[in-house]
């Protein structure tokens, strides 16, 4: 008899890799879903014994699939697949229900193994499971790994200062110069912003990161970084802007190169600590076409630190990406 098996991802990058990741020969009557509203109602439906649950999804996240499953005492075996891979959010969603957790990318040993130790597998046969023939598109592959990257970031960030740090979900598109200098202009919107920009080139792919605080009392960072407040001064603002950015763009960068299977060599940080035009901070990209736009946005420390993180990739970048993807994209 078939098990009733979700798959509740919002990228379908994603549930093409946990379906590969599946015992060879598992007899399984498949379900997949985009958010976490679909997956209670497959389960509720009978579809879901087993439940492999990403996070951060829109409509509802991970966190309230399993808030809810315990509620209503459903019948199922939550299993969660994720790029936030924090130790908090391990913790929380093993308070929640979960009866494991497993980072993404998810790595199908780890899994059977999860599998077997709840003894659900019962006897692998030939049975091909089945398939998934959605195309996967250029941006929904770039928006999955740019998902694990960010959770790498979090993590190494979230042991620096000891707190918590809430990821967004990702959002991908290619961008006119002009799209992408009023996509800044709203990112940055505020009294004041501080923003770190730096380049970074490596497997035939170049861009800049942009990382930018907005409206942040340097006091909150201080306090993040166990830095004495007495001691602020204007060197020691920037000091402070650039440990956390250091944190967190290198671990994302080193996120994101990892699953390209590329070593990026990144150029000098710049930092600037008020408001400037938007056409300043884009100088290096003026007239291309087309730029590869990726918006992630964390929060950090109970709501007292925001960032955006833009990364920006240059078309001729884009063939090198798609090589390197290792799927039929479109």
């Known amino acids: 008899m078939s098990t009733p098996v979700i798959i509740c991802d919002d990228s379908s990058f994603a549930r093409k890799q946990v379906m590969r990741a599946l015992p060879s020969g598992w007899d399984v009557e498949l379900t997949l879903c985009e958010n976490g ?3 209670v109602a497959a389960i509720e439906a009978g579809k879901g014994d087993i439940l492999l649950l990403d996070l951060t999804m829109p409509v509802m996240d991970g966190f309230e699939v399993l808030e ?54 019962g006897i692998l046969t030939e049975t091909d499971l089945p398939a998934d023939d959605r195309q996967i598109t250029f941006n929904e592959w770039v928006q999955e790994i740019t998902n ?57 792919i170049s861009g800049e990161n942009l990382l930018l605080f907005h409206d942040t ?16 001064e204007a060197a020691t603002e920037i000091e402070l802007y650039m440990d956390i950015a250091n944190v ?23 930092i600037t600590i008020h408001n400037e035009d938007s056409a300043v901070l884009l100088a290096n990209h003026q007239g291309q076409e087309r730029i590869l736009t990726i918006e992630v946005n964390y929060v950090i420390g109970d709501n007292q630190v925001s960032c955006n993180q833009l ?11 798609k090589i390197r993807s290792g799927e039929e994209i479109i």
């Open 37 to 39: 509203q679909e997956a």
């Open 68 to 121: 809810y499953i315990r509620k209503k005492d459903l019948p199922t075996l939550p299993i969660v697949i994720s790029g936030d891979i924090q130790p908090e959010s391990h913790k929380r969603v093993m308070s929640l229900g979960a009866v494991a957790f497993i980072k993404k990318p998810v790595d199908g040993n780890e899994l059977t193994r999860v599998l077997e130790q709840f003894g659900v597998l």
């Open 311 to 321: 990364v920006l990739i240059t078309p001729e970048s884009i063939p090198a990406l």
């Open 148 to 204: 694990v990257a960010m959770g790498r970031a979090a993590d190494l960030l979230v042991r620096v200062i000891n707190e918590k740090v809430e990821l967004s979900i990702p959002h991908v598109s290619l961008m006119e110069q002009g799209e992408l200098e009023m996509t800044l202009n709203a990112t940055a919107d505020g009294d004041s912003f501080s923003c770190i920009t730096q380049g970074f080139i490596g497997g035939g």
């Open 248 to 270: 967190l763009v290198g671990a994302f960068l080193k996120g994101f190169a990892e699953q390209l299977d590329v070593n990026f060599s990144q150029g000098h940080p710049r």
């Open 217 to 232: 009392d340097i006091r909150h960072v201080a306090k993040l970084l166990n830095f004495d407040l007495n001691s602020l």
